[in-house]
């Protein structure tokens, strides 16, 4: 054989080798390339618009084509014809899946545009929620590294639905609530380990660790406990084959009505159950979940649904938010400021790791982490949430109160000097600390003025220190050093001055004042103390009012300004109530007993639904005193309850709440 021969045999050889390994290779990604969405449409589905079409059959000049739809999009937008503009970005994210400015305008149209055309909350909240899910379950899922759609999305959380803009954002946070409510259960109920900020993370990081390491699937969850086979069987004959956040939302349900001592009939009367049928499978429910030989079945299989709607449904990662519950503070889901927390935090991790010199401009880290500090600023002023989940879902408006909670003072501090210097470093600030250093000093002012008034005199101190000692004071405000420089009592009424209007300084110092009544004052005896900080809560609270409704009535603007119920007995004995719930007995007993008897109505109406049955059987069995005895009916119990049932609007009696 010659030797060209012997070449051309060789080369053959290698060129076939070549093309079974590049086919081998190619297959593979092009399965990667398809399970990522990494790939533009390349065919049209029956209901996609004729741009769809129009768009794949342009070939290399598809660009072309989406740069002069993304042209006409904007068009109608600014036009206002914006379910026009929807259909085309539509076709635009069909094209152009990893294209995320459409992605946001889209989302922006359908959160902000569209939602404020309607006429009631509802109908606003599922616009206002299209727009969420279009970031969070499609656009985050073709672009899972993009810092925008992560910032927009976090947007979205803090400033519509957290914020006060919107004249229903009081329903938006009640639905955030009552969907949380239902994937993680209700948060920890306070106690002796949560009165701090170290506890408090650990026992919220736990919570939510359970469900972190749960069975990622459902043959893991059946090989750790095999009775959840069968629980699943027994289920699904009950229900059937229901979806797992419908099953988790049942189980939410559920708990709340047993955890308020109902009995079966009383739950089908709740519920609306009318047919036998209903019934039956209620009472067969009930029997399962008590069922000591499901006992283990039922916390394996609640914990890996949990974790798989929060994957599938969510688009959230369990170990993320553990992460994050570790290093700013107890995170309660229910709260839309945890959600803008989370996006815009996961948008900053996920763009360090891909920045570059060349892309800087599409990385907009300042703004991406001023939406974290926000956060963390409606954590700390409207952090604890009490929300009456069962109610809401019945279909009444609900009882939800979000007062401040100091336990995310530190977080901000904390994460200062990792912002400054990314800011420093990436958005080239000519001075990183003045990018942060207003809202940092407003911050921790309004931490002082919150703490003072709640009767933490020496935190309030540490932190008036702090600040004083902060090298990034903004020394723009010439006057503000000086102040610091006040005694304590000073320092307070001088910021107060000017800000008795700012529904942030008015949310945090009545709260306080009422926590300080309630804990320093009522449960430590001293009834001075109680009186004097009630007695100006309710007068600072008066005077808000008086203001706002002055300012703001003849524009209808109050109802979305509300940041706290309009009617005092409303926030103060709601208050009451929820911070008597989690103490131990004797200290319930000694706080109702010393409470005025406006507290003790709606403290009363928590403490006879959560303890007579108990406290009445103890009576039974032996000489212990009975419910009667511990926690007398208040005077004017019967009106008062009169009074809620007559305007139908339950315990919060709804006196600052227009139905839309």
Known sequence: ??????????????????????????ASITESIGSNKLVYADSAAENDRPEVSLGIAMGAFRGIFVNVLWYRAN??????????????????TRLQPRFPR????????LAY??????QTSEERWRWVQSGVRLLRDEALRSNPNDMLIHKELAYIFIHKIQGITDDANRYYKRKVAEEWTSVLGPPPPAG????????????????????????????????????????????????????????LRRHAVHDELHRRGLSDDDMGRILGLENARDLTRLRALTQLKHDPAFENAWAEYIAHLRKRVIIDNYNMDPDRMVRYTEMYGPLDWRHPAAHSLYWARTGVERGLGRFEERNRKDYDFVNTDRITTHSIQELFRYGEVYFDFLEFV???????????????????????????????????????????AAGYTNFIADAILMLYRRGDVAEAERYRQHLLAWPGLNFNDFTLKDRLTYPLAEFVELEME??????????????????????????????????????????YHKYYMDQQLRTLNAGGGYERMAVLPRDFRVLAGGMFARFIGPLPLDEKQDLYVRAP???????????????????????????????????????DYDAFVAELESTGQSREMQLDVDRK
Not at 504 to 511: G, P, R
Request: with cysteine; hydrophobic share 40%; net charge negative.
């Open 1 to 26: 054989m010659s030797r060209d021969r012997m070449v051309q045999l060789i080369a053959g050889v290698l060129l076939i080798a070549c093309l079974t390994g590049s086919g081998l290779v190619g």
């Open 192 to 247: 002796a380990e949560t009165r701090t900020r170290e506890g408090a993370m650990q026992v919220y990081a736990d919570w939510m660790r359970v469900v972190a390491d749960a069975a990622p699937t459902f043959e893991e969850a059946v090989r750790r406990e095999p009775k959840v086979e069968e629980l699943r069987e027994m289920l699904r004959g009950l229900f059937g084959g229901e979806t797992a956040a419908d099953t």
């Open 394 to 436: 019945q279909g009444d408006y609900a009882y939800y109160l979000a007062v401040p909670n100091p336990r995310f003072i530190d977080a901000y501090t904390d994460i200062l000097d990792e912002v400054v210097e990314r800011a420093g470093e990436y958005a080239e600030a000519s001075d990183p600390y003045n990018t942060f």
């Open 597 to 635: 008897n406006e507290l003790r109505l709606f403290a009363y109406l928590i403490l006879e639904r959560e303890l007579r049955e108990s406290l009445d059987e103890r009576a039974e069995a032996g000489d212990e005193p009975g419910f009667d005895e511990l926690f007398p009916e208040p005077t």
């Open 75 to 92: 068009e109608l937008k600014e036009a206002g014809k914006y379910h026009e503009a929807i259909e085309l970005s539509k076709a635009i």
């Open 102 to 109: 459409v992605w946001v305008f889209h989302a922006w149209n």
């Open 113 to 118: 545009n569209i939602s404020v055309t309607t």
């Open 498 to 539: 000017n800000r008795l209007t700012s529904p942030q300084v008015y949310a945090t110092q009545v709260s306080g004042a009422l926590q300080g009544a309630f804990a320093s004052g009522l449960l430590a005896g001293d009834d001075e103390l109680f009186r004097t900080q009630y007695d100006w809560a309710r007068q």
